[in-house]
């Protein structure tokens, strides 16, 4: 009869929360510390929280009444990434003598800015399969050129190129859980970030499956005068040009007018 | 300190750059020279994309000649007419320029082609400068003074088009000061520099100006051509970062006040040697990066910043 009860309420549980693997029921939430970052004058990178909390109540019942469950042992795995942007990746040969870009591909739809962190390396709690299927990882990246191709050299530079600046990122251990309800991931964002929308997919995983996964949206933005001085030179370029040429034109009389003074 | 530049879309130090602006402009005020041939190799070597270090740097030469153009005015030191030839030379080379380095930016060789015109034109110039301070410099010491050739009457003098210029009692064919201009224009726009180490001789040894109107109108056209690459490139490429270009002149205008006082203690032949190995140094590291591989062959590159 008690027994009972609580399945029902279970049952209400997994109604209320919505999600439902293998007849358990989790929630995830998770929330950036800032959903906006913007880039003003004094922009050098900036550091978010990602956190959340996976809610347990409905399991926490079943344990009390000696259900036995599987552990509570789950790995996290975050993804930060901007929208998809295009590149082009140029090679370069020595032609007589001296180095120039030879050969190019262009490649589309690239996340101009990915990085990845986890509770543990991937490979030991994800097969390479799911890796592959979910695009988790950046070997996993789709790096192809117009023609569909995936050429493994321009996939590799274009990694690596990203690396080096630190728009592409590949780390694990640095999702914390603690008490095995809240997370936390410590985001740091470079100075050269590209502007745009970005998303963080948090992905729960146990049992080698992904259970739950959830999203939440980021945007970077230009703001104030670096939004202005941007859109003014792409918007009117004429007159941002004229500004320009006569405020150079200024501090160049005003600085031999002062030194006149002085001298 | 960072300051975010809004167009380039990185952030620097603000202090490194105000260090490289006052530095050339230092320099530039020692020598009496522009200094863009020094500040856009510095900038693209400490990461400035090359495309956004030529087109903001033009603006820091436009500032750093104009005061110099008025003083020399002031003087009398300017041969308008002589000026306004060479400046329609230049903003048509400018234009033509801003075409190219467009054109270049998009099959992606821009910077391969500012590469080769500092090693071809600072080389070139260099040695000359080098030669010619040395000979200099032995005579000198033999206490031999260099004897005043009169001028040949050459090719030049045979072309059409003359025109009378008062102020440096000559008359001579527009067409050559129009082609120097043009040249000087074209490399304003793609090496981001005012052209003076090529104006400057080409006047006195092609076309004869006198000397004591040489410096000013070559200022005069310096300011407007710089200018004019400046405003070109804000339409055809929008490369032209405000906020770098603020930085840097303003800081090389305040450097360049010091270093004419350094330069007045100078003499001249030390002047001309030093100013020489200066630019034979910037040449032989441009050089150095064309024929040495580069540690990653590939490149990568936004396509919307390129404009493609």
């Known amino acids: ?17 919505g999600k439902v693997n293998q007849g358990r029921a989790e929630t ?65 040969d020595k032609v007589a003598g001296i180095w120039i870009n030879n050969e190019d591909q262009i490649i589309r739809g690239v996340p101009g800015y990915y990085v990845i962190g986890s509770t543990r390396p991937l490979d030991e709690f994800l097969s390479k399969k799911d890796q592959s299927e979910l695009g988790l990882g950046l070997e996993n990246l789709r790096i192809v050129n117009d023609d569909g191709e995936e050429i493994k050299e321009y996939k590799e530079a274009l990694i690596r190129n990203m690396i080096e600046i630190g728009l592409y990122k590949e780390s694990s251990g640095n999702v914390m859980v603690k008490d095995e309800i809240l997370f936390r991931a410590n985001l740091a964002f470079p100075s050269n970030m590209p502007v745009g929308n970005y998303t963080a997919d948090v992905y729960l995983v146990r049992d080698g499956k992904v259970i739950i996964n959830h999203r939440t949206d980021l945007l970077v933005d230009k703001r104030g005068l670096e939004r202005f001085i941007f859109n003014f030179a792409h918007e009117y370029p004429p007159y941002y040009g004229i500004i320009v040429v006569f405020l150079a034109i200024s501090v160049g009389l005003f600085t031999g007018f002062v030194a006149k003074k002085v001298s | ?27 530039s005020g020692i020598f009496g020279v522009g200094g863009g041939f020094l500040m856009t190799p510095l900038l693209i070597f400490s990461g400035v994309p090359p495309a956004i270090a030529v087109a903001s740097q033009a603006s820091q030469i436009t500032a750093a000649s104009v005061s110099g153009a008025v003083a020399h005015w002031r003087r009398g030191g300017v041969d308008f007419k002589m000026g306004l ?21 998009e099959i992606g ?3 391969l082609m500012i590469s080769l015109a500092y090693v071809v034109f600072l080389g070139g110039i260099g040695f000359l400068m080098f030669i010619e301070s040395i000979r200099r410099i032995i005579q000198d010491l033999r206490g031999i003074t260099p004897k005043v050739e009169r001028r040949q009457r050459t090719w030049i003098d045979a072309l059409p088009f003359k025109m009378r210029f008062r102020k440096s009692k000559m008359y001579i064919s527009v067409i050559m000061p129009l082609a120097i201009g043009g040249l000087v224009g074209v490399l304003s726009a ?16 092609l076309l004869h100006m006198p000397t004591n109107v040489v410096i000013g109108t070559s200022l005069l056209q310096i300011t407007f051509v710089t200018a004019a690459t400046t405003y070109l490139h804000s339409i055809n490429t929008q490369t032209v970062d405000v906020v770098l270009a603020m930085v840097l002149l303003t ?10 006082i350094v330069g007045a203690k100078l003499k001249g032949e030390q002047l001309r040697i030093l100013l020489a190995s200066l630019v034979l140094i910037v040449c032989a590291k441009m050089a150095y990066d064309l024929v040495v591989e580069p540690k990653d062959l590939f490149t990568v590159s936004a396509i919307s910043a390129e404009g493609l």
């Open chain 2, 1 to 27: 300190m960072q300051i975010y530049l809004p167009i380039a879309e990185l952030s620097m130090n603000i202090f490194v750059l105000l260090a490289m602006g006052g530095g050339v402009g230092f320099l």
């Open chain 1, 1 to 17: 009869m008690f027994r009972k009860s609580k399945i029902a309420i279970l049952t209400v549980a997994i109604i209320v929360f």
């Open chain 1, 28 to 92: 995830l939430v998770t929330d950036l510390s800032q959903h906006l970052i913007e880039i003003t004058s004094q922009f050098s990178g900036r550091e978010l929280l990602l956190f959340g909390a996976l809610e347990r109540h409905a399991m926490e019942s079943i344990q009390s009444d000696d259900i036995t469950i599987q552990g509570l042992d789950y790995d996290i795995i975050v993804v930060v990434q901007s929208s998809p942007t295009d590149v082009v990746i140029r090679k370069k």
């Open chain 2, 190 to 205: 793609i090496m981001g520099v005012g052209g003076g180490f090529v104006m400057i001789p080409a006047m006195i040894y």
């Open chain 2, 109 to 111: 060789q821009v910077d």
């Open chain 2, 251 to 260: 800081a090389a205008v305040i450097g360049a006040q010091a270093g004419v």
């Open chain 2, 85 to 105: 030839v060479l400046i329609a030379g230049g903003v048509i080379g400018t234009y033509f320029g801003t075409m190219i380095f467009t054109y270049l930016r």
